[in-house]
């Protein structure tokens, strides 16, 4: 039934709480769920994040999903709002924005809205998308607390660059500019997951794990289990074919592979119609039967095709593990030129997740 299949594993995501809660001990945790919760399922993940202190996404569209499941914390909204409409409706839903524009900032002060929000400032510590550039923060905070539409200004807010690279010089000056910068009362935010996981000294009062929770690394060069982190997402097909080939047989669209001997070759329901990604290049593994085989030939909207040479008894029928524990989407993502980030949120509406 329904293959492929997305098995959300929420026991996995609450020990992936569990060690940013110990990783970053002083530290509260908003907890990022845009993206439908890095393609997991925002209400499913968010029963289970409920537990940090505060839930992060980056459009309003997400922030109603949550509110209309029930959800009263403070869902802080990462872009804030891009217009009228949208600030009333974050006031209405009592949201807290990023402040991150003049526009923004603009709007508050014209907007007549149904109840003051809460606001955190985006500061632009050198990564240069979002944030008010160090120097003009006193005046945009002095701004705020004068705006009648601001209920507080709760802390500043930053972003990391190169928080997956280590030693990186670009991270000291982030947080060397960061730390300068005095503005009394207020909390601080820089560290995304790679920083929660690799740079204590930026986990400051509040930490925005994303990628982590969902149990995968940040890091070009270890895996989530490396850093004590379980996957959340198994993504799970079947064999629907098997052929026995010849020698010089081609394999599917462009026939770029070529059977180079008699062999078996299977082929699994799993395209990029489901978000599988079609520059995966031949060699990358699938588990068939819990056993790695080589993707063979280019991947189709609907299916790939396997080397079953290591398993010529393979059947039509046989489960297939595209990624999930054993098979880390970051070595997927490696063999695609992209990272699990991508994978994980491109993951299509037809694959049906489903709770284990
Ligand atoms: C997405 C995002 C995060 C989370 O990043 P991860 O690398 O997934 O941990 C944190 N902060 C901001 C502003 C973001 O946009």
New binding site residues.
Partial sequence: MNFPQAIIDLSALRHNLQRVRERAPYSRVMA?V?ADG?GHGLKRVAQVLAEAHAF?V?RLGEALVLRQAGYQGTIVL?EGIADKEELQVAAAYNLTLVVHETTQLDLLWQVPVKAPLSVWLKVDTGMHRLGFPPERVAEAVASLRRCPAVAAVVGL?S?LANADQAEDSLTAIQLETFERITVPGLWRSIA???A?IACPQAHFDWV?????LYGAS?FANCTGAAVGLKPVMTLKTRLIAIHHLHPGDSIGYGATWVCPEAMVVGVAAIGYGDGYPRHAAPGTPLLVNGRPVPLVGRVSMDMVTLDLRSQPEAKVGDPVIVWGPGLPVEEIACHAATIP?ELLCQVTARVPRIRE
Avoid: E, T, W
């Fill in positions: 990022v845009k890095y992060a980056a990462l807010m972003h995304n997951s790679a929660v925005r794990p994303g990628l982590m940040p980030y």
